[in-house]
Nanobody, 120 residues
Framework: QVQLVESGGGLVQAGGALRLACAAS????????MCWYRQAPGKQRELVAT???????NYADSVKGRFTISRDNAKNTVYLQMNSLKPEDTAVYYC??????????????WGKGTLVTVSS
């Protein structure tokens, strides 16, 4: 089994910054792509950023230039640095990781989310 645990959420004023982290643990051989999603109240879940094991990244247009995704493969951890936060960034942020386990299964795992609230 693989567990993903997010941390770093909280309340911040507009224009501020937060850094989210997501640590994966369990019977992991390797983790390929890792992503951050978010879901705002009353809205569908959206993909925010993706990073491959090799470090290639992609971002939603709404966060380009403000958010940076990174990862530490040795720690099985992915980060999301969020700068110039806006009230519309308020959401629960989830991380995902496509992991191969010691039983050679490959599955997509989700964390339980961390709440980010941006006040105006």
């Amino acid at each position: 089994q693989v567990q993903l645990v997010e941390s770093g959420g909280g309340l911040v004023q507009a224009g501020g910054a937060l850094r989210l982290a997501c640590a994966a643990s369990g019977s992991i051989l390797s983790i390929n792509a890792m992503c951050w999603y978010r879901q705002a109240p009353g809205k569908q879940r959206e993909l925010v950023a993706t990073i491959t094991r090799g470090g290639s990244t992609n971002y939603a247009d709404s966060v380009k230039g403000r958010f940076t995704i990174s990862r530490d493969n040795a720690k099985n951890t992915v980060y999301l640095q969020m700068n110039s936060l806006k009230p519309e960034d308020t959401a629960v942020y989830y991380c995902t990781g496509k992991a191969q386990t010691t039983t050679l299964d490959i599955m997509l795992y989700w964390g339980k989310g961390t709440l980010v609230t941006v006040s105006s």
